[in-house]
């Protein structure tokens, strides 16, 4: 079924759906119809709810707890451990204990460690998507993707793990040499956002463990249980105790604060909101640790007017449509060629309206909920902006009653350069279509934001790509494709998206100090 809600009352469209369900034909408006189905097809799992402190799972100190909550529908998953700031310190001391036998631990045996969580995290692929989904909200489809594409950093960083290394050369004046080795920064602070719950963790957590580095691991609190599953798959690979551990907390401010001040502590990844990044790069400066930040976009999606349509429509459906628009990545605001504007708006606003809303492990669900109510709230608020600036919806535009945190899959056509959704991360289903008449418009267009993390361009002119791409100021260049997150590939970005890359070849250098010796050489 595809989508329509157009306009229903909630109460006529939970009797439609009811009739549809008893078999009774329900009403079908321009022959789209989504039933949405907010009741959770799947139980929990059992996975831990509790701190991990030095390999032992354990309640919060004060004994409080939090509830996880099912987006979808509003239900209580879990109650979690909520640790205070004695709960994080001595994660901390756990990992500064560790950390020592853990960088002398043999480069292979850590990548068997990585070698053997990502065969377990394949093989366990559909429990985890059933926590994350009732968790977060994406559909099991996507849930299961990304459950892939976590394992991916673990499988990729047991390779690079027997990889780090030096060099020894002659001083060029003679009379001495040149040796340089890699060692481990030390113990390090991980906070980790509710939008890809799993993979944002194996993207800190595996280099770590391949560098020989201890940590914290701080996961948003709303979607604490697909870390807690990690951290056990983790420990059923051998990992020794306190090279991983786990706090979660209502507090996050107040613990994450205490580790930034603790001298001990080397190094902090961030990945989130460009707000708090700020604030924890300013709190990092005064023990001047190691900082890598992964922060907000606004990518912008170009399409030039010889580009493939059906390419640039596919590539548009990845990059907006991925974790519901959910994602730094996502394609924010669309910057088309007036010539084929009409064009593309039409054939995207086909696909999207297609697409079926639900609880995320419903059959059939294409879209689940957003992650709260303020997410929604936020996005209702940049769509009537754009409304507001002369922009037509052409399908969507609207939230879902009932419960859950439902939003239509929207497209706007005719936005003004004015409108505030070109300029702010929107977080949801929506992609605001813009025009430009001219190569150069198009790039002032893109780079007319304090983000860059990551951008899309779709054109059949060689000479044009090469030339787009080098002058958007991004850290990565999705041409002519959707899709730009690779474990193989340095992700990252620029300006007020952070900075620091997290894959690749380079993804591991961000857990290693350079050592540097100078040897003398006699020379008689």
Same mark, same amino acid.
């Given at each position: 079924?595809?989508?329509?809600?157009?306009?229903?009352?909630? +109460?006529?469209?939970?009797?439609?759906?009811?009739?549809?369900?008893?078999?009774?034909?329900?009403? $079908?408006?321009? !022959?789209?119809?989504?039933?949405?189905?907010?009741? +959770? &097809?799947?139980?929990?799992?059992?996975?831990?709810?509790?701190?991990? @402190?030095?390999?032992?799972?354990?309640?919060?100190?004060?004994?409080?707890?939090?509830?996880?909550?099912?987006?979808?529908?509003?239900?209580?998953?879990? &109650?979690?451990?909520?640790?205070?700031?004695?709960?994080?310190?001595?994660?901390?001391?756990?990992?500064?204990?560790?950390?020592?036998?853990?960088?002398?631990?043999?480069?292979?045996?850590?990548?068997?460690?990585?070698?053997?969580?990502?065969?377990?995290?394949?093989?366990?692929?559909?429990?985890?998507?059933?926590?994350?989904?009732?968790?977060?909200?994406?559909?099991?489809?996507?849930?299961?993707?990304?459950?892939?594409?976590?394992?991916?950093?673990?499988?990729? *960083? +047991?390779?690079?793990?027997?990889?780090?290394?030096?060099?020894?050369?002659?001083?060029?004046?003679?009379?001495?040499?040149?040796?340089?080795?890699? &060692?481990?920064?030390?113990?390090?602070? *991980?906070?980790?956002?509710? #939008?890809?719950?799993?993979?944002?963790?194996?993207?800190?957590?595996?280099?770590?463990?391949?560098?020989?580095?201890?940590?914290?691991?701080?996961?948003?609190?709303?979607?604490?249980?697909?870390?807690?599953? /990690?951290?056990?798959?983790?420990?059923?690979?051998?990992?020794?105790?306190?090279?991983?551990?786990?706090?979660?907390?209502?507090?996050?401010?107040? @613990?994450?604060?205490?580790?930034?001040?603790?001298?001990?502590?080397?190094?902090?990844?961030?990945?989130?909101?460009?707000?708090?990044?700020?604030?924890?790069?300013?709190?990092?400066?005064?023990?001047?640790?190691?900082?890598?930040?992964?922060? !907000?976009? #606004?990518?912008?999606?170009?399409?030039?007017?010889?580009?493939?349509?059906?390419?640039?429509?596919?590539?548009?459906?990845?990059?907006?449509?991925?974790?519901?628009?959910?994602?730094?990545?996502?394609? #924010?605001?669309?910057?088309?060629?007036?010539?084929?504007?009409?064009?593309?708006?039409?054939?995207?606003?086909?696909?999207?309206?297609?697409?079926?809303?639900?609880?995320?492990?419903?059959?059939?669900?294409?879209?689940?909920?957003?992650?709260?109510?303020?997410?929604?709230?936020?996005?209702? $608020? /940049?769509?009537?902006?754009?409304?507001?600036?002369?922009?037509?919806?052409?399908?969507?535009?609207?939230?879902?009653?009932?419960?859950?945190?439902?939003?239509?899959?929207?497209?706007?056509?005719?936005?003004?350069?004015?409108?505030?959704?070109?300029?702010?991360?929107?977080?949801?289903?929506?992609?605001?279509?813009?025009?430009?008449?001219?190569? $150069?418009?198009?790039?002032?267009?893109?780079?007319?934001?304090?983000?860059?993390?990551?951008?899309?361009?779709?054109?059949?002119?060689?000479?044009?790509?090469?030339?787009?791409?080098?002058?958007?100021?991004?850290?990565?260049?999705?041409?002519?494709?959707?899709?730009?997150?690779?474990?193989?590939?340095?992700?990252?970005?620029?300006?007020?998206?952070? *900075?620091?890359?997290?894959?690749?070849?380079?993804?591991?250098?961000?857990?290693?100090?350079?050592?540097?010796? +100078?040897?003398?050489?006699?020379?008689?």
């Amino acid at each position: 079924m595809g989508l329509a809600w157009h306009g229903m009352s909630a +109460a006529r469209y939970v009797r439609s759906r009811r009739a549809a369900l008893a078999g009774v034909g329900a009403p $079908d408006h321009s !022959g789209r119809m989504t039933y949405i189905d907010t009741t +959770a &097809q799947l139980a929990l799992p059992a996975v831990q709810t509790r701190l991990l @402190v030095g390999g032992a799972w354990r309640d919060a100190a004060s004994g409080r707890t939090f509830a996880v909550e099912d987006p979808g529908n509003g239900d209580e998953l879990a &109650q979690v451990a909520d640790a205070s700031v004695a709960d994080g310190v001595a994660a901390l001391d756990a990992a500064v204990a560790a950390q020592a036998g853990w960088a002398a631990t043999p480069p292979r045996e850590r990548g068997e460690i990585l070698r053997r969580a990502f065969d377990l995290v394949v093989e366990r692929q559909d429990e985890l998507a059933t926590i994350m989904t009732l968790e977060m909200g994406k559909s099991l489809a996507e849930s299961r993707a990304e459950i892939t594409y976590a394992a991916e950093f673990f499988r990729w *960083f +047991a390779e690079e793990a027997v990889r780090i290394s030096g060099r020894f050369s002659a001083a060029p004046g003679g009379g001495s040499r040149l040796l340089t080795m890699k &060692q481990p920064v030390g113990p390090c602070l *991980f906070v980790t956002p509710w #939008n890809f719950p799993l993979a944002m963790g194996t993207r800190k957590i595996g280099p770590a463990i391949a560098a020989g580095c201890t940590m914290v691991v701080k996961p948003a609190s709303a979607t604490p249980l697909s870390m807690y599953a /990690l951290g056990e798959i983790l420990a059923e690979a051998g990992l020794p105790d306190g090279v991983l551990n786990i706090v979660t907390t209502r507090s996050s401010g107040d @613990v994450t604060g205490a580790l930034l001040a603790d001298p001990r502590l080397r190094k902090v990844s961030f990945t989130g909101s460009t707000e708090i990044g700020r604030s924890i790069v300013e709190q990092s400066a005064a023990n001047l640790l190691r900082v890598s930040m992964e922060l !907000g976009g #606004n990518a912008p999606f170009l399409v030039f007017e010889d580009a493939d349509l059906d390419k640039a429509v596919d590539g548009a459906m990845l990059a907006k449509m991925r974790n519901v628009g959910e994602a730094c990545t996502a394609a #924010n605001r669309f910057h088309v060629h007036a010539s084929v504007a009409d064009e593309f708006a039409a054939r995207l606003a086909d696909r999207m309206s297609d697409l079926t809303v639900g609880h995320g492990t419903a059959d059939g669900t294409d879209v689940g909920p957003l992650v709260d109510d303020a997410t929604r709230e936020k996005v209702e $608020d /940049l769509v009537a902006d754009a409304v507001r600036h002369g922009g037509e919806v052409v399908t969507g535009g609207e939230r879902v009653d009932g419960p859950g945190h439902y939003y239509r899959p929207t497209v706007i056509k005719g936005v003004s350069r004015d409108a505030r959704i070109l300029r702010e991360e929107v977080f949801g289903p929506v992609a605001p279509i813009a025009t430009f008449d001219d190569e $150069d418009e198009a790039i002032r267009a893109a780079n007319d934001t304090e983000y860059g993390l990551a951008a899309y361009v779709f054109t059949r002119d060689l000479d044009r790509a090469l030339r787009v791409a080098e002058r958007l100021e991004v850290g990565m260049v999705g041409l002519n494709a959707g899709v730009v997150s690779n474990p193989a590939a340095p992700f990252g970005g620029v300006k007020a998206s952070g *900075f620091g890359r997290e894959g690749g070849a380079e993804g591991i250098e961000e857990y290693l100090e350079t050592k540097y010796v +100078a040897i003398a050489v006699p020379t008689d």
